[in-house]
Nanobody, 126 residues
């Protein structure tokens, strides 16, 4: 699976952005997809994830209620709608794929994801 993230940009605090993660490969629907971010000087962290089957989603507490993750398997794409953006959301955002399992949980650890996109910069000005 090859992933390409896009949709980043510069936005004022309180604004919105929609990130897209486009995937190639016929097995895309078999993968859990996660969004991660890395701010300058900080470690990369989990933001949101969507299960390969059943539509289950999971969010980091810092974005819960503001971000929404969704996927369209027909289009081989996952989206991250980001609303009420804050300066602390500034980071490079990455999408990643982990082979799906029948467990109910969504992986949050980076080492569980085998494929990564190149990242897209999100900058939120105050």
């Amino acid at each position: 699976v090859q992933l390409q993230a896009s949709g980043g940009g510069l936005v004022q605090a309180g604004g919105s952005l929609r990130l897209s993660c486009a995937a190639s490969g016929r097995t895309f629907s078999s993968y859990d997809i996660g969004w991660f971010r890395q701010a300058p000087g900080k470690e990369r962290e989990f933001v949101a994830g969507v299960k390969w089957v059943g539509g289950g989603v999971y969010y980091a507490d810092s974005v819960k209620g503001r971000f929404t993750i969704s996927r369209d398997n027909d289009k081989n794409a996952v989206y991250l709608q980001m609303n009420s953006l804050k300066p602390e959301d500034t980071a490079v955002y990455y999408c990643a794929a982990a082979l799906g399992t029948y467990s109910s949980g969504i992986p949050v650890r980076q080492n569980l994801y085998s494929y990564w996109g190149q990242g897209t910069q999100v900058t939120v000005s105050s």
